[in-house]
């Protein structure tokens, strides 16, 4: 099985920031990583897919890019209802899998 | 709107069974294919299992031999037998419809229920 190490676990980080998770494949899955966002009670809602590509209705401040076994999840500009936790997800090969999740919070 | 609802979760003691729901509205449901994904509170998600619009089935080993994946096109409904059930099942179970637009196949998932709870627990 592929596995998907995300870091940090969690981040703090004030309004306005820019601040950037990480997702690394312990084998080459090409651009086939998705990122997630999950507020606090809710499904999680897919942000980004094919490692840049802004899923419709994702606001523009956020981006992905990488390829091969290093990808990263870019928010600018954090803005309060950012607040949530990222996940990333492989899906070219099954078994799919996830990140740990970065757990994001406003300073 | 397309949705997707969840329903079937509860308590079930170690070694039971339970069967969930979900009943999609809102987009063709024959068309797409659909995944079961789990979270185990405060951990991670983990994908549990997919069935594609021909009606052909994948798991992962976790649960394979115990878990079945089955869909009713004429019903919009999407369904998960689970049996032989331990305390490792206990999780939230979300129903996730697989993107079109991704590059390499449907799993990006582009839609989601709000999640049905399932405890395993004597």
């Known amino acids: 099985d592929i596995q998907v190490m995300q870091s940090p676990s969690s981040l703090s980080a004030s309004v306005g920031d820019t601040v950037t998770i990480t997702c690394q494949t312990s084998q080459d899955i090409n651009r086939y990583i998705n990122w997630y966002q999950q507020k606090p009670g809710k499904a999680p809602r897919l942000v980004i897919y094919d490692a840049s590509t802004l899923e419709t209705g994702a606001p523009s401040r956020f981006r992905g890019s990488g390829s091969g076994t290093l990808f990263t999840f870019t928010i600018s500009s954090l803005q309060p209802e950012d607040i949530a936790t990222y996940h990333c997800q492989h899906y070219g090969y099954l078994p799919y899998t996830f990140g740990q999740g970065t757990k994001l919070e406003i300073k | 709107e397309a949705q997707l609802v969840e329903s079937g979760g509860g308590v079930v003691q170690p070694g039971g069974s339970l069967r969930l729901s979900c009943a999609a509205s809102g987009f063709t449901f024959s068309s797409d294919d659909m995944h079961w994904v789990r979270q185990s509170a405060g951990k991670s998600l983990e994908w549990v299992s997919s069935i594609d619009s021909s009606g052909d089935t994948y798991y992962p080993d976790s649960v394979k031999g115990r878990f079945t994946i089955s869909r009713k096109n004429a019903k919009s409904s999407l369904h998960l037998q689970m049996n032989s059930l331990s305390p490792d099942d206990t999780a939230v179970y979300y129903c996730?419809?697989?993107?079109?637009?991704?590059?390499?196949?449907?799993?990006?998932?582009?839609?989601w229920g709000q999640g049905t709870v399932v405890t395993v627990s004597s």
């Open positions: 996730a419809r697989g993107s079109p637009k991704a590059a390499a196949g449907t799993g990006a998932f582009d839609l």
